[in-house]
Nanobody, 115 residues
């Protein structure tokens, strides 16, 4: 089993930056894949970025060049660095872990981009 706790959300102006963190309850290097998802009001949850073994990362087209996913094995923490934020990035951001064929989700953290 894997427990996930996100942090780092908040209110930021357009063009600003935020870094989200997702702390895991077990060694992050033992987890097959981890990702960030987001869900805006009235919309379905969507993939933002995923990182797999070997630090292979993939991004949604809407965030390529602005967001960076990374993980720290010493801290067992997943990160999402978000730059050049836009109002359309406003959503609840969730961390997900795929471990031994099971998916585990965090509780989510709100990101609001507004002037």
């Amino acid at each position: 089993q894997v427990q996930l706790v996100e942090s780092g959300g908040g209110l930021v102006q357009p063009g600003g930056s935020l870094r989200l963190s997702c702390a895991t309850s077990r060694s992050i290097l033992s987890i097959n894949a981890m990702g960030w998802y987001r869900q805006a009001p009235g919309k379905e949850r969507e993939l933002v970025a995923v990182i797999r073994s070997g630090d292979m990362a993939e991004y949604a087209d809407s965030v390529k060049g602005r967001f960076t996913i990374s993980r720290d094995g010493a801290k067992n923490t997943l990160y999402l660095q978000m730059n050049s934020l836009k109002p359309e990035d406003t959503a609840v951001y969730y961390c997900k872990a795929r471990f031994r064929l099971w998916d585990y989700w965090g509780q989510g953290t709100q990101v609001t981009v507004s002037s």
